[in-house]
């Protein structure tokens, strides 16, 4: 029996994309009927995203989900339609980060209503599904890939310019889920404090992005000094550079570094964007300066998405 014309029926079912690598999936080796319509509904909800941006880190607390909450609250605030997809299983940050805690997204039919928190910011988390804070979650990697793929094809995330991934810290499930799911164009963002001991952990996330085909659009350096509030004078604490450095050695592209601000604790706790309450503080025009490097490294493929978005019937 003569396989489907996957291409002819998948160019009937999308309406927003018909694009050379959109259309030419082909049902692969052993793939069933129900796997092959799951993977092209997938396909037709990413090919509707300017650009999937999934922010690493090497270790926990260097403020990877804050530079991702703060980034998509930038990118939002200066009129790019955003997506915030919090992928961080075992301890999400993003509805404590963003003042959503009691948030509960809706279902309508098989698709799930992400958080409208903006006209252009659309949230969504783990924890958001989650009974309590308090619970833990322990699911194998199956399980954690499953959910994530239900994330990126089961909510409405209609047309977006970026769709901001905050991923948990390390190389672990979540991230290789992401990077085998989001499809092209994608790149990561790594997050690093300034020492040693965090620079070695994003050497390895570098090497997982590269093995994974994952394009890594540069690394921030955060928690990098502080202005002492007293005198003025930049204090060290965790060194400085050290992001810059390791950028260079990697051959990655430098994005910028964020001083230790301790209004960004005060905001986090708040569930305030710090982008947004202290817009002219240092931090935040950090921050700024980040939107602005990553926009730029990323504009060419968005372009090209965007095109293809709007090809005509033919
Ligand atoms: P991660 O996602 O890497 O685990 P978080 O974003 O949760 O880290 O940040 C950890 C803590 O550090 C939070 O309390 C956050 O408010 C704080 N933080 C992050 N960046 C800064 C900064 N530049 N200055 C001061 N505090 C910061």
């Given at each position: 029996m003569n396989a489907p014309d996957v291409r002819l029926s998948q160019e009937k079912d999308c309406d927003n994309c018909r694009s050379a690598e959109c259309a030419s999936q082909q049902r692969r080796p052993g793939e069933s009927e129900e796997e092959l319509r799951q993977r092209q509904a997938l396909d037709r909800k990413m090919c509707q995203i300017g650009y999937k941006l999934l922010v690493m880190s090497g270790k926990g607390g260097v403020g990877k989900s804050t530079v991702a909450a703060n980034l998509a609250a930038s990118l939002s605030a200066s009129g790019r339609r955003v997506g915030l997809l919090d992928?961080?299983?075992?301890?999400?940050?993003i509805p404590k980060l963003m003042g959503l805690e009691e948030a509960r997204p809706e279902a309508v039919g098989q698709e799930i209503i992400p958080v409208?928190?903006?006209?252009t910011l659309k949230v969504m988390s783990i924890g958001f599904i989650l009974p309590g804070a308090a619970d833990a979650v322990i699911w194998r990697g199956p399980m954690k890939y499953s959910a994530i793929r239900q994330f990126l094809r089961d909510v409405?995330?209609?047309?977006?310019?970026y769709l901001v991934i905050d991923a948990p810290p390390g190389t672990g499930d979540e991230p290789l889920s992401v990077a085998q799911l989001v499809g092209q164009p994608a790149g990561a963002v790594l997050v690093t404090t300034p020492q040693e001991l965090s620079l070695a952990d994003v050497r390895r996330s570098v090497s997982f992005c590269r093995r994974l085909s994952l394009p890594v659009i540069g690394i921030v350096e955060n928690m990098s000094g502080l202005v002492c509030p007293h005198c003025g004078n930049p204090i060290e604490l965790f060194k400085s550079g050290g992001g810059e450095a390791l950028a260079r050695e990697t051959s990655v592209l430098f994005l910028g570094r964020i001083p230790i601000d301790p209004r960004i604790v005060e905001c986090s706790d708040a569930g305030i964007p710090f982008v947004r309450r202290f817009a002219d503080s240092p931090a935040a025009r950090a921050l700024l300066g980040i939107m602005g490097r990553i926009e730029e490294a990323t504009s060419v493929q968005r372009q090209s998405a965007a095109n293809r978005q709007i090809l005509p019937d033919t």
């Open positions: 992928v961080d299983i075992h301890g999400p940050s409208q928190l903006a006209p409405q995330w209609g047309p977006l310019d």
